[in-house]
Protein backbone atom coordinates (compact mmCIF):
# COMPACT_ATOMS: atom_id res chain seq x y z
CA UNK A 1 0.00 0.00 0.00
CA UNK A 2 0.96 3.64 -1.27
CA UNK A 3 2.16 5.65 1.80
CA UNK A 4 0.01 8.73 2.27
CA UNK A 5 1.42 12.69 1.82
CA UNK A 6 1.45 12.71 5.70
CA UNK A 7 3.90 10.00 6.14
CA UNK A 8 5.47 9.88 3.55
CA UNK A 9 8.92 11.33 2.83
CA UNK A 10 10.58 14.50 4.88
CA UNK A 11 6.42 15.41 6.19
CA UNK A 12 4.97 14.13 10.07
CA UNK A 13 1.58 15.25 11.24
CA UNK A 14 1.47 13.47 14.81
CA UNK A 15 -1.31 13.49 16.90
CA UNK A 16 -0.36 13.73 20.62
CA UNK A 17 -2.68 12.17 23.52
CA UNK A 18 -1.87 13.36 26.67
CA UNK A 19 -3.70 13.26 30.46
CA UNK A 20 -1.39 15.21 32.48
CA UNK A 21 0.26 18.60 32.29
CA UNK A 22 3.85 17.49 33.37
CA UNK A 23 3.42 14.89 30.50
CA UNK A 24 2.78 17.71 28.06
CA UNK A 25 4.98 19.98 28.85
CA UNK A 26 7.74 17.13 28.95
CA UNK A 27 6.64 16.17 25.68
CA UNK A 28 6.27 19.15 23.68
CA UNK A 29 9.37 20.55 25.12
CA UNK A 30 11.47 17.72 24.06
CA UNK A 31 10.02 17.76 20.68
CA UNK A 32 10.73 21.55 20.22
CA UNK A 33 14.02 21.10 22.18
CA UNK A 34 15.75 18.37 19.93
CA UNK A 35 14.52 20.71 16.83
CA UNK A 36 16.91 23.82 18.77
CA UNK A 37 19.40 21.56 19.11
CA UNK A 38 19.71 20.91 15.96
CA UNK A 39 19.38 24.28 14.45
CA UNK A 40 15.76 23.64 13.07
CA UNK A 41 13.40 26.69 13.06
CA UNK A 42 10.86 25.83 15.71
CA UNK A 43 6.90 27.49 16.71
CA UNK A 44 4.54 26.54 18.95
CA UNK A 45 0.57 28.14 19.13
CA UNK A 46 -1.15 26.84 22.01
CA UNK A 47 -3.96 28.24 24.26
CA UNK A 48 -2.96 30.65 26.36
CA UNK A 49 -2.72 28.96 29.54
CA UNK A 50 -0.08 26.27 27.84
CA UNK A 51 2.43 28.44 26.86
CA UNK A 52 4.12 28.85 29.94
CA UNK A 53 4.00 25.17 30.83
CA UNK A 54 5.94 24.97 27.44
CA UNK A 55 8.68 27.88 28.03
CA UNK A 56 9.48 26.62 31.39
CA UNK A 57 10.05 22.98 30.39
CA UNK A 58 12.05 23.90 27.54
CA UNK A 59 14.26 26.71 29.82
CA UNK A 60 16.95 28.45 27.97
CA UNK A 61 15.38 27.13 24.45
CA UNK A 62 12.46 28.90 24.89
CA UNK A 63 14.21 32.22 23.55
CA UNK A 64 14.77 30.30 20.16
CA UNK A 65 11.36 28.76 19.44
CA UNK A 66 8.49 31.51 18.33
CA UNK A 67 5.16 31.17 19.96
CA UNK A 68 1.87 32.03 20.05
CA UNK A 69 -1.80 32.01 21.64
CA UNK A 70 -3.87 29.27 19.53
CA UNK A 71 -7.04 31.09 21.05
CA UNK A 72 -6.01 34.48 19.11
CA UNK A 73 -3.68 32.64 15.92
CA UNK A 74 -6.91 30.19 15.30
CA UNK A 75 -10.05 31.06 17.03
CA UNK A 76 -11.20 31.35 13.58
CA UNK A 77 -9.14 27.45 12.34
CA UNK A 78 -9.10 28.81 8.89
CA UNK A 79 -6.55 31.21 9.88
CA UNK A 80 -3.70 28.70 11.51
CA UNK A 81 -2.72 26.90 7.96
CA UNK A 82 -1.85 30.68 6.17
CA UNK A 83 0.39 31.40 9.71
CA UNK A 84 2.34 27.91 9.58
CA UNK A 85 2.76 28.32 5.79
CA UNK A 86 4.04 32.05 6.37
CA UNK A 87 6.46 30.02 9.02
CA UNK A 88 7.37 27.10 6.44
CA UNK A 89 8.25 29.67 3.64
CA UNK A 90 10.15 31.76 5.64
CA UNK A 91 12.71 29.14 6.55
CA UNK A 92 12.37 27.80 3.13
CA UNK A 93 14.98 25.04 2.77
CA UNK A 94 14.95 24.39 6.48
CA UNK A 95 13.28 20.98 8.68
CA UNK A 96 10.55 22.79 10.48
CA UNK A 97 9.17 22.01 13.50
CA UNK A 98 5.37 23.39 14.36
CA UNK A 99 3.19 22.27 17.67
CA UNK A 100 0.02 23.35 17.14
CA UNK A 101 -2.86 23.04 19.57
CA UNK A 102 -6.49 23.92 17.83
CA UNK A 103 -8.83 21.64 19.91
CA UNK A 104 -9.60 23.00 23.23
CA UNK A 105 -12.38 21.63 25.73
CA UNK A 106 -14.27 25.16 25.49
CA UNK A 107 -14.89 25.27 22.16
CA UNK A 108 -18.17 25.73 20.42
CA UNK A 109 -19.67 22.82 18.15
CA UNK A 110 -19.40 24.56 15.02
CA UNK A 111 -15.89 25.65 15.87
CA UNK A 112 -14.85 22.38 16.89
CA UNK A 113 -16.17 21.11 13.03
CA UNK A 114 -13.95 23.70 11.59
CA UNK A 115 -10.78 22.90 14.06
CA UNK A 116 -11.22 19.20 12.95
CA UNK A 117 -11.49 20.06 9.44
CA UNK A 118 -8.48 21.93 9.74
CA UNK A 119 -6.73 18.92 11.48
CA UNK A 120 -7.24 16.39 8.46
CA UNK A 121 -6.57 19.19 6.05
CA UNK A 122 -3.07 19.86 7.27
CA UNK A 123 -2.49 16.57 5.72
CA UNK A 124 -3.06 18.08 2.26
CA UNK A 125 -1.68 21.63 2.78
CA UNK A 126 1.83 20.22 3.78
CA UNK A 127 1.95 17.27 1.45
CA UNK A 128 5.64 17.41 0.75
CA UNK A 129 6.71 19.93 2.91
CA UNK A 130 9.98 19.54 5.01
CA UNK A 131 8.15 20.06 8.06
CA UNK A 132 6.81 18.03 11.56
CA UNK A 133 3.75 18.53 12.89
CA UNK A 134 3.17 17.57 16.11
CA UNK A 135 -1.15 18.09 17.86
CA UNK A 136 -1.80 17.70 21.56
CA UNK A 137 -4.73 16.11 22.71
CA UNK A 138 -5.87 16.72 26.35
CA UNK A 139 -7.97 13.26 26.60
CA UNK A 140 -8.87 14.33 30.14
CA UNK A 141 -11.37 17.19 29.16
CA UNK A 142 -12.05 16.61 25.26
CA UNK A 143 -15.30 14.34 24.68
CA UNK A 144 -14.27 10.78 23.21
CA UNK A 145 -15.98 12.06 19.79
CA UNK A 146 -13.11 14.58 19.50
CA UNK A 147 -10.57 11.61 20.19
CA UNK A 148 -12.20 9.41 17.81
CA UNK A 149 -11.49 12.19 14.89
CA UNK A 150 -8.07 13.31 15.96
CA UNK A 151 -7.30 9.12 14.95
CA UNK A 152 -8.60 9.63 11.67
CA UNK A 153 -6.87 13.15 11.10
CA UNK A 154 -3.58 12.20 11.81
CA UNK A 155 -1.72 9.55 10.46
CA UNK A 156 0.85 9.38 13.39
CA UNK A 157 0.13 8.76 16.80
CA UNK A 158 1.68 9.37 19.74
CA UNK A 159 0.58 8.25 23.07
CA UNK A 160 0.95 6.61 26.93
CA UNK A 161 5.26 7.64 25.26
CA UNK A 162 4.58 4.88 22.64
CA UNK A 163 4.32 6.10 18.89
CA UNK A 164 2.78 4.35 15.55
CA UNK A 165 0.72 4.64 12.79
CA UNK A 166 -2.93 5.36 13.09
CA UNK A 167 -5.04 2.44 12.03
CA UNK A 168 -8.14 4.92 11.64
CA UNK A 169 -6.37 7.92 10.09
CA UNK A 170 -8.95 8.10 6.43
CA UNK A 171 -6.21 9.47 4.59
CA UNK A 172 -5.06 12.78 3.07
CA UNK A 173 -8.51 13.13 1.34
CA UNK A 174 -10.57 11.94 4.00
CA UNK A 175 -12.53 13.96 6.63
CA UNK A 176 -14.39 12.97 9.52
CA UNK A 177 -18.09 13.15 9.74
CA UNK A 178 -18.06 15.77 12.12
CA UNK A 179 -16.86 17.95 9.68
CA UNK A 180 -17.58 16.09 6.17
CA UNK A 181 -21.69 15.88 6.78
CA UNK A 182 -24.18 18.52 5.94
CA UNK A 183 -24.14 21.39 7.79
CA UNK A 184 -26.47 20.66 10.84
CA UNK A 185 -30.38 22.22 10.25
CA UNK A 186 -30.89 25.78 10.75
CA UNK A 187 -33.06 26.88 13.59
CA UNK A 188 -36.38 28.42 13.29
CA UNK A 189 -36.28 31.77 13.23
CA UNK A 190 -34.64 32.28 10.03
CA UNK A 191 -34.99 35.87 7.71
CA UNK A 192 -35.10 33.79 3.95
CA UNK A 193 -34.06 35.90 0.87
CA UNK A 194 -33.45 34.68 -2.57
CA UNK A 195 -31.31 36.95 -5.11
CA UNK A 196 -30.47 36.49 -8.21
CA UNK A 197 -29.04 39.83 -9.68
CA UNK A 198 -29.42 42.62 -7.18
CA UNK A 199 -27.11 42.21 -3.98
CA UNK A 200 -27.78 45.72 -3.15
CA UNK A 201 -31.06 43.66 -1.09
CA UNK A 202 -28.74 41.33 0.00
CA UNK A 203 -25.80 44.17 1.47
CA UNK A 204 -29.28 45.93 3.09
CA UNK A 205 -30.65 42.45 4.93
CA UNK A 206 -27.20 41.21 6.27
CA UNK A 207 -26.51 45.30 7.34
CA UNK A 208 -30.30 45.40 9.09
CA UNK A 209 -29.54 42.21 10.19
CA UNK A 210 -26.37 42.73 12.10
CA UNK A 211 -27.80 46.21 13.19
CA UNK A 212 -30.72 44.89 14.97
CA UNK A 213 -28.48 41.58 16.72
CA UNK A 214 -26.21 44.17 18.09
CA UNK A 215 -22.93 44.08 15.97
CA UNK A 216 -20.55 47.02 15.91
CA UNK A 217 -20.69 49.04 13.44
CA UNK A 218 -16.76 47.96 12.11
CA UNK A 219 -18.13 44.31 12.14
CA UNK A 220 -21.48 44.73 10.66
CA UNK A 221 -19.81 46.32 7.47
CA UNK A 222 -17.11 42.90 7.68
CA UNK A 223 -20.16 40.53 7.44
CA UNK A 224 -21.75 42.39 4.50
CA UNK A 225 -19.01 42.47 2.60
CA UNK A 226 -18.20 38.61 3.11
CA UNK A 227 -21.78 37.90 2.46
CA UNK A 228 -21.57 40.17 -0.47
CA UNK A 229 -18.25 38.07 -1.80
CA UNK A 230 -19.94 34.88 -1.52
CA UNK A 231 -23.52 36.27 -2.79
CA UNK A 232 -21.16 37.37 -6.06
CA UNK A 233 -20.11 34.02 -6.67
CA UNK A 234 -23.59 32.92 -7.55
CA UNK A 235 -23.89 35.29 -9.89
CA UNK A 236 -20.95 34.86 -11.74
CA UNK A 237 -20.67 31.55 -11.58
CA UNK A 238 -24.46 29.75 -11.67
CA UNK A 239 -27.12 30.04 -14.06
CA UNK A 240 -29.72 29.90 -11.04
CA UNK A 241 -30.60 32.12 -7.69
CA UNK A 242 -29.06 31.79 -4.56
CA UNK A 243 -30.41 31.79 -0.83
CA UNK A 244 -29.31 34.09 1.98
CA UNK A 245 -30.45 33.19 5.70
CA UNK A 246 -29.73 35.27 8.35
CA UNK A 247 -30.37 34.04 12.36
CA UNK A 248 -28.73 35.41 15.62
CA UNK A 249 -28.77 34.68 19.30
CA UNK A 250 -27.57 36.74 21.91
CA UNK A 251 -23.85 35.22 21.07
CA UNK A 252 -23.30 35.71 17.17
CA UNK A 253 -25.40 36.35 13.84
CA UNK A 254 -25.21 33.78 11.21
CA UNK A 255 -25.71 34.33 7.35
CA UNK A 256 -25.89 31.14 5.05
CA UNK A 257 -25.76 31.71 1.30
CA UNK A 258 -26.53 28.72 -0.59
CA UNK A 259 -26.02 28.38 -4.61
CA UNK A 260 -26.02 25.59 -6.73
CA UNK A 261 -22.13 26.19 -7.54
CA UNK A 262 -19.85 23.32 -6.57
CA UNK A 263 -16.31 24.49 -5.05
CA UNK A 264 -13.82 21.54 -5.23
CA UNK A 265 -10.87 23.11 -4.00
CA UNK A 266 -10.70 21.34 -0.71
CA UNK A 267 -8.27 24.33 0.42
CA UNK A 268 -9.99 27.29 -0.69
CA UNK A 269 -9.96 30.39 1.54
CA UNK A 270 -7.55 28.76 3.82
CA UNK A 271 -4.32 29.48 1.62
CA UNK A 272 -3.92 32.85 0.53
CA UNK A 273 -4.15 33.23 -3.40
CA UNK A 274 -1.24 34.40 -5.40
CA UNK A 275 -1.96 38.57 -6.59
CA UNK A 276 -2.37 36.64 -10.53
CA UNK A 277 -4.40 33.72 -9.17
CA UNK A 278 -8.13 33.31 -11.39
CA UNK A 279 -9.67 32.66 -8.23
CA UNK A 280 -9.92 32.33 -4.62
CA UNK A 281 -10.00 36.07 -3.68
CA UNK A 282 -13.20 36.58 -2.39
CA UNK A 283 -13.21 33.08 0.01
CA UNK A 284 -9.97 34.23 1.41
CA UNK A 285 -11.25 37.33 2.06
CA UNK A 286 -14.55 36.09 3.24
CA UNK A 287 -12.18 33.91 5.83
CA UNK A 288 -10.19 36.54 6.91
CA UNK A 289 -12.90 38.79 8.21
CA UNK A 290 -15.62 36.53 9.99
CA UNK A 291 -15.10 35.17 13.20
CA UNK A 292 -16.31 31.35 12.05
CA UNK A 293 -16.60 30.10 7.95
CA UNK A 294 -18.04 26.72 7.36
CA UNK A 295 -18.12 25.58 3.69
CA UNK A 296 -19.69 22.33 2.05
CA UNK A 297 -19.98 21.94 -1.00
CA UNK A 298 -21.03 18.81 -3.19
CA UNK A 299 -23.00 17.84 -6.36
CA UNK A 300 -26.40 19.68 -4.72
CA UNK A 301 -24.54 23.23 -4.55
CA UNK A 302 -22.49 25.05 -1.85
CA UNK A 303 -23.70 26.38 1.14
CA UNK A 304 -21.12 28.88 3.04
CA UNK A 305 -22.41 29.73 6.66
CA UNK A 306 -20.91 32.74 8.07
CA UNK A 307 -20.59 33.59 11.83
CA UNK A 308 -19.73 36.83 13.48
CA UNK A 309 -19.85 37.23 17.43
CA UNK A 310 -21.50 40.04 18.83
CA UNK A 311 -19.26 41.42 21.29
CA UNK A 312 -15.96 39.45 20.14
CA UNK A 313 -12.55 41.21 20.33
CA UNK A 314 -10.64 41.02 17.13
CA UNK A 315 -8.03 38.62 17.11
CA UNK A 316 -4.60 38.85 16.22
CA UNK A 317 -3.65 37.83 13.01
Known amino acids: MAESPATAGLFRHVGFFYR ?25 AVPAGQLSLVADALGGDARRVEFADMTEMGRNPAWIIPRVQAFVDLHAGQHVRYVGEPIWASRGPA ?62 FGLPSSCGAPLPARPDAVMIHTYRNDLSRVRALVLNGARAAGLPDERANDLVLAVSEVAANTLRHTPSSGTLAIWHDPHEIVCEVHDAGVITDPLVGRRRPAPDALGGHGLWLVHQVCDLVELRSDDSGTTVRMHMAIRAPRPLR
Do not use: K, M, W
Open 20 to 44: TAEEYATTVATFLGEGVAAGEPAFA
Open 111 to 172: ELREATRHEALINLAFAGADAEVLCPYDTTRLGQAVITDARRTHPLLLSDGGAGRSAEYAGP
